[in-house]
């Protein structure tokens, strides 16, 4: 069965400090992974998706960035973290390939960062 | 541009009631799925249902129930004979007929408490 793990499960960064969080997906090829953020409040927003490994789109402009080093790995980073960047940070897979897209998406447990 | 709206930020019912969550989304496309999540306290998101925008017929999974309406964009959710287990956040979302990828737009998310 597929399983997909992230962590950390809760991290408290200073501001101007770096970030790494890391997802990783299990039991299954070529997914389609997605960084989504949940601000306090607000609905979750998708920050960016991949379709293969070293592919990386970005649905919005901001401090952060995505690699996929490898196929069933994602990783979220930043340079110098800003107290905005404060959330709850979600991981998502879907399957991969042309029909696939639009079944569910499964997430991991998420990664609540704070930063101060 | 697409949009959801859950309208309730948060609902209290006592077990046993009925309550129903409301999702009311936009989008120009004549292709869309919607999708109901439920986050529990610990954070990861589970999927609910699907509902692709061809299919209009309501569905009953046990005590939830789905009314999907397009003439109004609305996508209910009814919890029957509630339960303290049902506590969460519940998402509505809406992900357009791309290829190659899923992009869900969440709803803001309606916080049920239930109470013994």
């Known amino acids: 069965s597929q399983t997909i793990h992230q962590w950390p499960a809760t991290l408290v960064q200073p501001v101007g400090s770096p970030l790494s969080l890391e997802c990783t997906v299990e039991?299954?090829?070529?997914?389609?992974l997605y960084w989504y953020r949940q601000a306090a409040g607000r609905g979750l927003q998708l920050l960016f998706y991949?379709?293969?490994?070293?592919?990386i789109s970005s649905e919005v402009p901001q401090n952060l960035s995505a690699s996929r080093p490898q196929d069933r790995q994602f990783i979220l980073s930043s340079k110098k973290l800003l107290l905005s960047d404060s959330g709850f940070y979600l991981c998502?897979?879907?399957?991969?390939?042309?029909?696939?897209?639009?079944?569910?998406?499964?997430f991991g447990q998420g990664t609540r960062l704070t930063v101060v | 541009a697409q949009k959801v709206t859950q309208a309730q930020t948060e609902i209290s019912v006592v077990e046993k009631e009925d309550v129903t969550l409301d999702c009311v989304y936009e989008t120009r496309d004549t292709t869309y799925y919607l999708f109901w999540y439920k986050q529990p306290p610990s954070g990861e998101l589970v999927f609910l249902i699907r509902?692709?925008?061809?299919?209009?017929q309501n569905e009953i999974s046990g005590r939830y129930s789905w009314n999907f309406q397009k003439s109004t964009s609305s996508f209910n959710f009814t919890i029957t004979a509630s339960q303290v287990v049902d506590s969460a956040v519940y998402f509505c979302?809406?992900?357009?007929?791309?290829?190659?990828?899923?992009?869900?737009?969440f709803g803001t998310g309606t916080r049920l408490l239930v109470s013994p």
């Open positions: 991949s379709v293969g490994i070293g592919q």
């Open positions: 998502a897979w879907t399957p991969g390939g042309a029909g696939k897209m639009n079944t569910e998406a499964f």
């Open positions: 039991g299954t090829s070529n997914p389609n």
């Open positions: 509902r692709n925008s061809f299919d209009e």
């Open positions: 979302a809406l992900s357009e007929d791309f290829t190659g990828f899923q992009k869900l737009v």
